[in-house]
């Protein structure tokens, strides 16, 4: 089993693509996509495994042009595929 984090990201619409390669090279998994009433902003919650989380913030940033505040918390554990 590998522990997995629940992220919830913040960005502008036009942050999206980097938020998804992001999470693609890293086994995350986005499920859930809501546009903020009012703002261009777009929350977007994935579950990510923690053993791929180290430089994450970092690597998103670079990829969102610095526009991507992520927060990650604990969510559950995972059978690993084998």
Same mark, same amino acid.
């Given at each position: 089993?590998?522990?997995?984090?629940?992220?919830?990201?913040?960005?502008?619409?036009?942050?999206?693509?980097?938020?998804?390669?992001?999470? *693609?090279?890293?086994?995350?998994?986005?499920?859930?996509?809501?546009?903020?009433?009012?703002?261009? /902003?777009?929350?977007?919650?994935?579950?990510?495994?923690?053993?791929?989380?180290?430089?994450?913030?970092?690597?998103?940033?670079?990829?969102?042009?610095?526009?991507?505040?992520?927060?990650?918390?604990?969510?559950?554990?995972? *059978? /690993?595929?084998?």
């Amino acid at each position: 089993q590998e522990p997995v984090f629940l992220v919830e990201i913040t960005c502008p619409q036009e942050a999206m693509s980097g938020v998804y390669n992001c999470m *693609n090279l890293r086994r995350g998994c986005v499920f859930e996509e809501n546009q903020r009433e009012g703002t261009p /902003l777009v929350q977007v919650k994935a579950h990510l495994p923690v053993s791929e989380s180290f430089g994450f913030v970092a690597a998103l940033r670079q990829a969102t042009s610095g526009q991507a505040f992520p927060q990650c918390v604990f969510d559950h554990w995972e *059978n /690993l595929p084998g």
